[in-house]
């Protein structure tokens, strides 16, 4: 399930009727962070004002209605978005949130992450890395992974390394990790990402023992 983001604008009209003045009321139901690069859904409102009625725009990145009171904000690359709620061309709320990147993803190979001890037949026959969001992380987030090395102590004092393009595990990786003994780790490391954004980054390596 997604996680919704939601802020309420409440628009308090005075009990008297020739009165100009709107006393505007700002309640957050979670922290105040949009996250980069990704669809960030929030819920925005104005008593007394329909939705059709109020205009949302913000500072950076961009913002599409859904239905009633739900939007989705997508930030750009500043550090904070700014939401305005105006109605006939007056602003009678804003709200500012901050803005994070993505956090970084989890590294696995098959259903085993950093750290796992493997058989020799679960190498031979799971061939993907992967990197997905971690867990408590409930907006939908996408990692591609574009290149990785395969590391292992090939003698005493003596590292080799493969590295290969793409999450698929090459041909030449798959002999070095064929010749580990028990107990041996095999390290998946430089392993460059791109998030939903378009930033690049090295994630953490992967490390798997040989049972």
């Not at 009727?17 to 859904?41: H, M, W």
């Not at 987030?141 to 390394?161: A, Q, R």
Request: glycine share 8%; aromatic share 6%; proline share 4%.
């Amino acid at each position: 399930m997604k996680m919704k983001f939601a802020f309420l604008i409440l628009i308090a009209i005075s009990s008297f009727c020739f009165s100009q003045d709107k006393k505007v009321v700002v309640s957050a139901t979670k922290l105040n962070v949009l996250y980069r690069g990704i669809e960030n859904p929030v819920e925005l409102g104005a008593e007394g004002i329909s939705s059709d009625k109020l205009i949302v725009t913000i500072t950076n990145g961009t913002i599409t209605k859904k239905t009633g009171t739900d939007y989705v904000i997508v930030p750009g690359a500043g550090d904070s978005v700014v939401v305005i709620l105006s109605e006939n061309k007056k602003v009678i709320g804003e709200k500012v949130f901050r803005v994070k990147n993505v956090p970084e993803p989890v590294i696995g190979l098959c259903d085993k992450t950093n750290g796992s001890i493997v058989s020799r037949t679960f190498l031979s026959t799971c061939n993907d890395i992967y990197a997905k969001k971690p867990p408590g992380f409930e907006l939908e987030s996408n990692y591609t992974i574009l290149s990785f090395s395969v590391s292992v102590i090939d003698s005493p004092g003596v590292v080799k390394i493969e590295k290969t393009k793409g999450n698929h595990i090459s041909a030449s990786q798959a002999s070095l990790i064929a010749k580990q003994e028990s107990g041996e780790q095999i390290v998946f490391t430089d392993i460059l990402v791109e998030y939903s954004d378009g930033r690049r980054a090295i994630a953490q390596p992967l490390i798997l023992t040989l049972d």
